[in-house]
C-alpha cells in the first residue's frame, strides 16, 4: 500500500510539472512574440521632372522678303498617284515656289558661330498625303531630325548628303515619329522616298539656331539675335545662295532683302537696308 501511494504521489508531481509545458505549447499565436516581417521594398525613383522651357529674351531681330526676278519656271507636272493615301497631293513640282513675285522656301541663316545662342527647337519632317512638310528647314550641328508618317500608307525616308545615303527610315502608315541624328560634316540633307520618288524635303546644318524659311510671301524673320554684325546667307535647293551682311542692336530690328531669278545663280546680289 505504501508503495502503490507513493507511485500515484511521483505520477502526480510528474504530471503537475509537466502541465506548464503543455499549456506553454498550446498558447494561442497572440501570446508569443511578434514575427520579424519583410522589409517592404523601396519605391521606385520616379524620373526628375523635366524643367519648363525658358522664354528666349534679349537680343534684336532681322526680317525681310525674298524676291523672284523675272518669269518663274513652268513647275513640271507630277503623274497623280494611284494609292489613295495620296490624294490632295500636289501634282505640280514644288522646287520653285513663285507668288506674286515672292519666293518661298528660301532657308535663311547667319552664317558662323555666335556667342550666345538660343535653344534649339525640335525638327520635325512630317509625310502627308505623300508630300514632306515642311519642305525646307534648318537645324542646329548636332540637333536630332524627328520623322514621322501621318499617311495611311508605307513611306521610306532616305537621307542623302550628294550621292550618299545617311540612312534609310521605313516609315508604316501613320507610324510615331523617330529620332535619327544628322552628321557632324554635313551642311545640306536631301530627303527622298522611293516609294513616292516626287517625295523631297531639304535639311540645312547650320552652327547656330539662327534661321528661318522664308513662307509663301516671301516673308522671314530671325529673332533674339545678339546684337553684332553678321553675314546671311540665303539658300534655295535649285536656285542656288545669295549673301548679305547686317548689324543687328539691342532691341533693334534690322531688314535685309534677297533677290534670286531664273538666270545663272550668282548674278543677283542681296541687299540690307
Given at each position: 500500500?505504501?508503495?502503490?501511494?507513493?507511485?500515484?504521489?511521483?505520477?502526480?508531481?510528474?504530471?503537475l510539472a509537466a502541465l506548464p509545458a503543455c499549456q506553454k505549447e498550446e498558447s494561442p499565436p497572440a501570446a508569443r512574440g511578434p514575427v520579424a516581417q519583410a522589409p517592404a521594398p523601396a519605391p521606385k525613383p520616379e524620373a526628375p521632372a523635366a524643367e519648363p522651357a525658358q522664354p528666349v529674351t534679349g537680343g534684336g531681330t532681322v526680317q525681310g522678303t525674298v524676291t523672284f526676278k523675272?518669269?518663274?519656271?513652268?513647275?513640271?507636272?507630277?503623274?497623280?498617284?494611284?494609292?489613295?493615301?495620296?490624294?490632295?497631293?500636289?501634282?505640280?513640282?514644288?522646287?520653285?515656289?513663285?507668288?506674286?513675285?515672292?519666293?518661298?522656301?528660301?532657308?535663311?541663316?547667319?552664317?558662323?558661330?555666335?556667342?550666345?545662342?538660343?535653344?534649339?527647337?525640335?525638327?520635325?519632317?512630317?509625310?502627308?498625303?505623300?508630300?514632306?512638310?515642311?519642305?525646307?528647314?534648318?537645324?542646329?550641328a548636332g540637333q536630332q531630325v524627328f520623322i514621322k508618317n501621318s499617311d495611311g500608307t508605307l513611306h521610306n525616308a532616305r537621307a542623302l548628303t550628294g550621292s550618299k545615303t545617311v540612312f534609310n527610315?521605313?516609315?508604316?502608315?501613320?507610324?510615331?515619329?523617330?529620332?535619327?541624328?544628322?552628321?557632324?560634316?554635313?551642311?545640306?540633307?536631301?530627303?527622298?522616298?522611293?516609294?513616292?520618288?516626287?517625295?523631297?524635303?531639304?535639311?540645312?546644318?547650320?552652327?547656330?539656331?539662327?534661321?528661318?524659311?522664308?513662307?509663301?510671301?516671301?516673308?522671314?524673320?530671325?529673332e533674339h539675335l545678339p546684337a553684332g554684325t553678321y553675314t546671311l546667307e540665303a539658300w534655295h535647293e535649285?536656285?542656288?545662295?545669295?549673301?548679305?551682311?547686317?548689324?543687328?542692336?539691342?532691341?533693334?530690328?534690322a531688314t535685309a532683302s534677297f533677290e534670286f531669278s531664273s538666270e545663272a545663280a550668282n548674278t543677283a546680289q542681296g541687299g540690307v537696308k
Open positions: 500500500m505504501k508503495l502503490r501511494t507513493l507511485g500515484v504521489a511521483v505520477l502526480g508531481v510528474v504530471g523675272g518669269t518663274p519656271p513652268a513647275p513640271a507636272a507630277v503623274k497623280p498617284s494611284d494609292d489613295p493615301a495620296c490624294d490632295g497631293m500636289a501634282l505640280k513640282d514644288q522646287s520653285v515656289l513663285v507668288t506674286e513675285g515672292k519666293l518661298a522656301n528660301v532657308l535663311v541663316r547667319v552664317r558662323g558661330l555666335v556667342p550666345r545662342s538660343r535653344p534649339a527647337q525640335p525638327a520635325l519632317i512630317d509625310q502627308q498625303k505623300c508630300t514632306y512638310t515642311p519642305r525646307v528647314q534648318g537645324v542646329t527610315v521605313a516609315q508604316p502608315p501613320n507610324a510615331k515619329a523617330v529620332p535619327r541624328n544628322l552628321p557632324a560634316e554635313a551642311e545640306v540633307i536631301r530627303f527622298k522616298c522611293d516609294i513616292h520618288p516626287w517625295m523631297a524635303a531639304w535639311v540645312v546644318v547650320n552652327p547656330n539656331p539662327y534661321f528661318a524659311t522664308s513662307g509663301a510671301d516671301g516673308s522671314f524673320s530671325i535649285t536656285l542656288g545662295t545669295r549673301t548679305a551682311d547686317v548689324t543687328v542692336t539691342e532691341g533693334g530690328t
